[in-house]
């Protein structure tokens, strides 16, 4: 058995299984019309992946890698980011141009509640490491959508900066977001929702990937074809901030990151080059290539 990378090929309209040791492509899976982002449950039995231009959300069995479910909605307007509470056994979604946010039961796969975030572009999702929050960012909008996932209540919609798209929630720096149009990393306090930090970044950032120790933050930057390394324990003047460290030369377009679990490779979808990027965390440099369809972007990674 082996550790695989779930890589979604934009525009070959398919999910390539690849072997996450030496890049070898164990299958490739028919998706519908553009695949974009993907998800694998905690226990590793199911993927969960978006159609954004088909409006579907499909699910795979990944002992079987048969698709069990299609799933839609009148409401699904480019299906898009993909959060998981495994405390609730639910899937969040966000739908980009309706702006709605879908919850999806993760036992029986179908969606139980969906609503509104008054916002535009609604397009990526993260929730809060004790899961009581989730955090949406908003394109269109400039702004970041804070939601008590209980009850399924918007609590603030704090500004961020130009574009933001890519958001992930640190469990001691705060919820970071990367905005496309400024190429800055915004960080804000998840209890206060004020922002609390800016750091520096490459151009046209857009995922926000934190490593399984915390330490560090990576962020794809699509124009400038880099990583930019965070560090979030950096200190300044006494206090805590995080803190572009290094920028990691990729492919073209790079989008999709993920880390192994123990933390000593990440893996970098570039979009352009057809290829996924593996990073050595020790030296933070580039060791290995492999080959993928026409425009990998989502990215999971499977355990054994």
């Given amino acids: 058995m082996s ?3 779930l890589v979604l090929n934009k525009d070959s309209d398919t999910l390539s299984v690849i072997n996450a040791g030496d890049g070898t492509t164990e299958r490739v899976l028919e998706t519908e019309f553009n695949p974009h982002e993907i998800t694998v449950a ?3 039995t199911k993927a969960y992946v978006t159609c954004s231009l088909g409006d579907t959300l499909l699910v795979y069995d990944t002992a079987t890698w048969e698709r069990t479910a299609t799933i839609t909605h009148d409401a699904f307007d480019f299906p898009h980011g993909l959060a998981i509470r495994e405390s609730a056994n639910e899937l969040w979604l966000a739908s980009t141009y309706s702006s709605q946010v879908f919850v999806i039961d993760t036992t029986t796969d179908e969606i139980t ?3 509104p975030t008054h916002q ?3 397009h990526m999702v993260a929730v809060t490491p004790d899961e009581s929050q989730a955090f949406v960012a908003n394109i269109g909008s400039g702004n970041v959508t804070a939601i008590d996932c209980a009850d399924r209540r918007i609590l603030a919609d704090p500004i961020v900066g130009e574009d933001p798209e890519g958001i992930a929630v640190h469990p001691e ?3 970071l ?10 960080v804000l306090d998840p209890e206060t929702f004020k922002q609390t930090g800016r750091a520096v970044l490459g151009e046209t950032p857009i995922r926000v990937v934190p490593s399984p120790d915390g330490r560090h933050v990576l962020v794809s930057n699509r124009e400038s074809n880099d990583v930019s390394v965070i560090d979030t324990a950096h200190e300044r ?3 805590r901030r995080v803190w572009e460290i290094k920028r990691i030369p990729v492919g073209i377009w790079p989008g999709g990151t993920v880390f192994s679990p123990a933390g000593a490779r990440a893996f970098v979808a570039n979009n352009k080059t057809n290829t996924v990027s593996v990073i050595d965390t020790d030296d933070w440099q580039v060791v290995d290539r492999y080959d993928t369809e026409l425009h990998p972007d989502g990215i999971a990674y499977l355990p054994e």
């Fill in 113 to 115: 509640t969906h609503f």
């Fill in 177 to 186: 977001v990367a905005n496309q149009d400024d190429s800055m990393l915004s």
């Fill in 237 to 239: 003047n006494g206090q």
């Fill in 120 to 122: 535009d572009k609604s």
């Fill in 42 to 44: 905690p226990d590793g």
């Fill in 173 to 175: 720096a705060g919820v």
């Fill in 3 to 5: 550790d695989f990378l």
